[in-house]
T-cell receptor, first 117, second 115 residues
Framework: AQKVTQAQTEISVVEKEDVTLDCVYE???????LFWYKQPPSGELVFLIR??????QNEISGRYSWNFQKSTSSFNFTITASQVVDSAVYFC??????????????FGPGTRLSVLP | KAGVTQTPRYLIKTRGQQVTLSCSPI?????VSWYQQTPGQGLQFLFE???????NKGNFPGRFSGRQFSNSRSEMNVSTLELGDSALYLC??????????????FGPGTRLTVL
């Protein structure tokens, strides 16, 4: 089973629409970290956020917000008032293995977001 | 502060050859991780080095190896190349001094094509 699932392969929205990217993860660990990265057409991965398993507080950074729910093992990412520059592939990732075995870092398959003018 | 640099940016090799990729982390960063990105398998973790020691390893065959030097620069080697090794190889550096993955800063990648 995939450890990190991003069910939406591709999403297209029109500029100024809000869009939510879903991420569901699977781990047996009690200590783990979740991340979101953006990969624009240039190819370089850009870090967006890191959240540890003990901090379920939602976070807002400008037009970006994240909703972490341990009960549903989800870490969803919302872009408000999307812009063309938001067009990219977005990856959710899980870092685990701190409790007993070797650390593992797993990316989801990514969601390609296209924001149309 | 200079970012993560990777050399070369593009590489073409033939099956059976070996290749070495280089990564220079951000100054002061001691952790370097390597990832392989392909259309079919997505982004996969290869290994991580910290203070010249391999700290974590993903699920890749022994043909994939790496090392880190005292100045934190890292090299990744792939021996006996296969067509399926064609990929974008990304390097990331982090200041992390523990097993927790702090923010990782990624380089632009090396695009390897195996013919």
């Amino acid at each position: 089973a995939q450890k990190v699932t991003q069910a939406q392969t591709e999403i297209s929205v029109v500029e100024k629409e809000d869009v939510t990217l879903d991420c569901v993860y699977e781990t047996r660990d009690t200590t783990y970290y979740l991340f979101w990265y953006k990969q624009p057409p240039s190819g370089e991965l850009v870090f967006l956020i890191r959240r540890n398993s003990f901090d379920e507080q939602n976070e807002i950074s400008g037009r970006y917000s994240w909703n972490f729910q341990k009960s549903t093992s989800s870490f969803n990412f919302t872009i408000t008032a999307s812009q063309v520059v938001d067009s990219a592939v977005y990856f959710c990732a899980l870092s685990e293995g701190f409790d007993n075995y070797g650390q593992n870092f797993v990316f989801g398959p990514g969601t390609r977001l296209s924001v149309l003018p | 502060k200079a970012g993560v640099t990777q050399t070369p940016r593009y590489l073409i090799k033939t099956r059976g050859q070996q290749v070495t990729l280089s990564c220079s982390p951000i100054s002061g960063h001691r952790s370097v991780s390597w990832y392989q990105q392909t259309p079919g398998q997505g982004l996969q973790f290869l290994f991580e080095y910290f203070s010249e020691t391999q700290r974590n390893k993903g699920n890749f065959p022994g043909r994939f190896s790496g090392r880190q030097f005292s100045n934190s620069r890292s090299e990744m080697n792939v021996s006996t190349l296969e067509l399926g090794d064609s990929a974008l190889y990304l390097c990331a550096s982090s200041s992390s001094g523990t097993l927790a993955y702090n923010e990782q800063f990624f380089g632009p990648g090396t695009r390897l094509t195996v013919l």
